[in-house]
């Protein structure tokens, strides 16, 4: 069954620094997100992309965020300057079209940041 | 604005025991609701989603329930299984929306 992948599982960087984590969506979507969710809080929205460019971005993502679909197969997040309140578990996901009946939106495991 | 929440944070049942866990939104404008499981350590996991024209919809040994008047959503899991063991999330989202809201999760636990 085609799945989302994210890489690292895991990455742990130190406050000022900068953060790239990856994406490879299923191969036939064309809609593609970032979530989040801080550790017992909910999954929370930051953006959704399509045709190369942001469709959607929630409050969370301010110009410390970046998203790129910098080939045919990738998408990534690049956070800037990290801040320890950035720690979180961030989900990419994609779709085939928009995120309504039968256009399922489909998550990958997660990249776990830790912001020292 | 915009809010998912759930009524009981941690639901406890018996392994073959029925589990319905509820949700409660408040955007009167969402017209499309799915329920994901989440694993410990996993990203979400698409269980079943239903449509705003619709008030009832099955999968395999699950049933979603939506009550539009009240803004009500519920996910009924028959003969519950020690897999079943997750944290479950209610989202809504727009028919042609491309930005889930989730719900706070609920726990289910299920015993041996």
């Known amino acids: 069954e085609p799945e989302v992948t994210q890489t690292p599982s895991h990455q742990v960087t130190q406050m000022g620094q900068e953060v790239i984590l990856r994406c490879v969506p299923i191969?036939?979507?064309?809609?593609f997100y970032w979530y989040r969710q801080i550790l017992g809080q909910k999954v929370e929205f930051l953006v959704s992309?399509?045709?190369?460019?942001?469709?959607?971005k929630s409050e969370i993502f301010d110009d410390q965020f970046s998203v790129e679909r910098p080939d045919g197969s990738n998408f990534t997040l690049k956070i800037r300057s990290t801040k320890l309140e950035d720690s979180a578990m961030y989900f990419c996901?994609?779709?085939?079209?928009?995120?309504?009946?039968?256009?399922?939106?489909?998550f990958g495991e997660g990249s776990w940041l830790t912001v020292v | 604005g915009e809010s998912v929440g759930l009524h009981l944070p941690t639901l406890s049942v018996q392994e073959g025991d029925n589990s319905i866990i509820n949700c409660a939104y408040s955007?009167?404008?969402?017209?499309?609701f799915i329920w994901y499981k989440q694993e410990s350590g996993k990203g979400p996991q698409f269980i079943i989603d239903?449509?705003?024209?619709?008030d009832k919809r099955q999968g395999q040994r699950v049933t979603v329930l939506l009550n539009k008047t009240v803004k009500h959503l519920s996910l009924q899991i028959a003969a519950t299984q020690p897999g079943d063991s997750a944290v479950y999330f209610c989202?809504?989202?727009?028919?042609?929306?491309?930005?889930?809201?989730f719900g706070a999760g609920t726990i289910l636990r299920v015993k041996s």
């Open positions: 996901a994609s779709s085939k079209n928009t995120g309504g009946s039968g256009n399922t939106i489909y």
């Open positions: 191969s036939n979507h064309l809609y």
């Open positions: 992309f399509y045709n190369n460019e942001i469709s959607e």
């Open positions: 955007n009167s404008a969402s017209d499309y």
């Open positions: 239903i449509r705003s024209n619709m």
């Open positions: 989202a809504e989202n727009m028919e042609y929306g491309n930005k889930l809201v």
